[in-house]
């Protein structure tokens, strides 16, 4: 049973595949109960749970990476006593990057990481939206979707925005203004996914995590934008369930759709 508050159980538990699944930035762990409808029977779910949102609101966010990094990787440790895979949606798979590499030394390693979404850590981004005013950032959040505009101009914005900074502000800090060194790279496989029509990130960016291993590692483009983990739920749990274990051989890349 989980009782650690940065982990959220999205579903019920089963003997199958473990995922601990990393919201992206602004979010909240009940994004992930939109999988749930197509959720394969023997996949269990447990999300990341960081505090300043959903029943954690009234705790400040948190912008720095080596605290939260720590706790998440030690309440994972605790948990888990199988193996298990981290899936992160954008500023979400930089912080299960972290984790990943704060566990790879772990009786119970991490199976694979899959960075959904995302530039790899050595890309380098605008950083500046960390910084942006209420309207910059509102805009921004609205053009690659997954928050109505409707919630953006509600009083929930007043907790969303803080929590979206936060979240840019530890994506930010995740990241290299250098290729991966030795130190830095895993030895467990990544797959990166990305949306056909995602107008956050360039596809070349997202299939550069292969260098972010020395193991086996996939690029696969599901249809849909920037939230295509939640536009396209089936075929993200399909590529977690049963193409995931299989990773082995080569960097390979696989257009769906």
């Known amino acids: 049973m989980v009782s650690d ?55 400040p966010p948190v912008s720095s990476v080596k605290p939260l990094a720590d706790d998440i990787a030690a309440a994972i440790d605790e948990y888990s006593e199988r193996p298990y895979v981290i899936f992160g949606h954008s500023a979400g798979a930089l912080l299960g990057r972290e984790v990943a590499w704060r566990l790879r030394r772990s009786n119970r390693p991490v199976r694979l990481l899959i960075a959904a979404g995302s530039a790899a850590p050595d890309v380098t981004v605008d950083d500046s939206l960390a910084e942006a005013d209420d309207v910059t950032l509102s805009r921004v959040m609205h053009e690659w979707g997954g928050i109505s505009q409707e919630v953006l101009n509600s009083d929930a914005a007043e907790v969303i925005l803080p929590c979206m900074r936060a979240d840019m502000a530890l994506a930010n800090a995740c990241r290299r203004d250098h290729p991966p060194t030795a130190e830095d790279r895993l030895d467990i496989p990544i797959a990166a996914l990305a949306g056909a029509d995602d107008s956050a990130i360039h596809l070349p960016d997202c299939q550069r995590w292969s260098t972010w291993t020395d193991a086996a590692s996939t690029f696969q483009v599901l249809p849909g934008g920037h939230f295509f983990p939640f536009e396209q739920p089936a075929a993200v749990l399909e590529f977690i369930e049963r193409d995931a274990g299989g990773l082995g051989g080569p960097v390979t890349t696989r257009t769906a759709g």
């Open 5 to 59: 508050p940065l982990l959220r159980a999205i579903s019920g538990p089963t003997t199958g595949s473990l995922v601990f699944a990393f919201p992206p930035a602004g979010s909240g762990p009940s994004i992930f109960r939109q999988w749930l409808p197509v959720r394969p029977r023997g996949l269990e779910l447990i999300a990341i749970h960081t505090p300043g949102r959903e029943d954690r609101c009234s705790e």
